[in-house]
């Protein structure tokens, strides 16, 4: 994650190789579940709110942009 809460970065292991997934929110900061012992543990549900800027504690859609581009 990025100083600034807005860059997730997430490496996928499929079976045959690894991938790097990396995501910039552009308006906000991504919210993260506390860490215990040094993990975060997430749900699929989690992640899945995670990556879309919805709170994960109170599920509503964020700002989003109108135009891509």
Same mark, same amino acid.
């Given at each position: 994650?990025? %100083? %600034?809460?807005?860059?997730? *970065?997430?490496?996928? +292991?499929?079976?045959?190789?690894? =991938?790097?997934? !990396? *995501? /910039?929110?552009? %308006?906000? +900061?991504?919210?993260?579940? =506390? !860490? @215990?012992?040094? !993990?975060? +543990?997430? =749900? $699929?549900?989690?992640?899945?709110?995670?990556?879309?800027?919805?709170?994960? /504690?109170?599920?509503? @859609?964020?700002? %989003? $942009?109108?135009?891509?581009?």
């Amino acid at each position: 994650m990025g %100083r %600034r809460g807005d860059l997730v *970065k997430l490496i996928w +292991h499929d079976g045959i190789g690894l =991938s790097l997934y !990396a *995501k /910039r929110i552009e %308006r906000g +900061h991504f919210l993260w579940p =506390s !860490a @215990k012992d040094g !993990a975060i +543990h997430l =749900s $699929p549900s989690q992640l899945t709110c995670l990556l879309e800027g919805v709170d994960w /504690r109170n599920p509503q @859609k964020t700002w %989003r $942009p109108e135009l891509a581009g």
